[in-house]
């Protein structure tokens, strides 16, 4: 008992000292160095709408997943799979569970997603395409939540007192596997790819690569344009599978040398290693999930609070992703912290590469003005929300101006 407080409370002070640390650092550089009052309202005007669907979206799911795993409603909700045979009962309340949360959601999500998009004329999108990318999205998430969760129920059923070893193994794993994987297999559900035709571009960009240290197979063109009017570029794969993938959109509206800058900060994350380092700090924080879940799993009030009969019965599901949606949100500091780290990392990188600090400039005032990103940001929004730089700090950065 003592040893499991100790360990517990080990364990929440390391995720309150990150989270305090990741509050400090640089404060963003002055935006009306470097865009009009008139550009930062109106950046405002269209981001302040989707901070609060974003806040309400997130209240609503927390609450309908506290309510499904401590009330009688989550019982009623997991009725027709608790006669079912283990851990296929597993699955079916991981199914039902994430179902119900995305339905409660929808209206949210389709008014961040659809209405104020289309508002603003970033969305291209149809509403039955909207909804076919909304069902794909769920689809993902509930057959991964299902593998995961179902091999987690299963593992501590028959292995009651190993289990915590092997799912830390085994988390990790899926948190490997899906680094590797879900570039090859998950980006073609939401969008089609073709050879960048203009072969003069594709040499160069491919030439670029080679220089940065980070050679590609293939440059390609996704059509980004039938779900938005917004622009990037990134790379995927890894290996004898990396390609360089252009959204169509950024070849319409950007010059060749915004394009270059665009790729290069890409080509810089894989040259800095940020995915190696990203996947290695996710299988962490897995064992460290784990861990907690073991500790929580051992209390009877825990067990009793999630009306659960034992840690292997399958009623405890929706406690478990009540636990990964509760920490997610706690970590989101640190972890957004982490990310601007590895972009500045990137901005850099491709500022050596290109040695062209004004073609810099441009291209990151124009991405900013023309996708409308937050250039005000206040404290908690970017230490909440911001997994880039605000754009003044990055413009700063190829202006020479120190940001602060």
Known sequence: MIARRILLL?????????????GLGRVPADPRRFFSEQEIARANDYQGPRYVAYAIGTILGLAVLAVLAFTSVGDLL????????????????VVLTTVAVAVVRVPVSFWRGYVHERAWGFSTQTLAGWFSDWGKALGVSVVISALVLTGLVALIRFFPRAWPSLAVVAGAAVVVLLTYLAPVVLEPLFNRFEPLEDRELAAQLTELADRAGVPVREVLVADASRRTTKENAYVSGFGTTRRLVVYDTLLKKADRDEIVLVVAHE?????????????????????????LLWLLLRSDAVLGAARAAAPADPRIVPFVIFLVAALNLLTLPPSNWLSRRFERSADSFALQLTGDEDAYVRTERGLALRNLADLDPGPLTYRLLFTHPAPAERIALGAEVEPG
Do not use: K
């Not at 997991?78 to 309340?93: F, K, M, Y």
């Open 10 to 22: 080990a364990l929440v002070l390391v995720i309150v000292a990150v989270w305090w640390a990741s």
């Open 267 to 291: 080509l810089g994350h894989r040259r800095e290693h940020h995915v190696e380092w990203a996947t290695a700090i996710g299988a962490a924080a897995t064992a460290a999930g784990v861990l």
């Open 78 to 93: 997991l009725r027709p799979v608790r006669s079912w045979p283990r851990p296929l009962a597993a699955t079916g309340a």
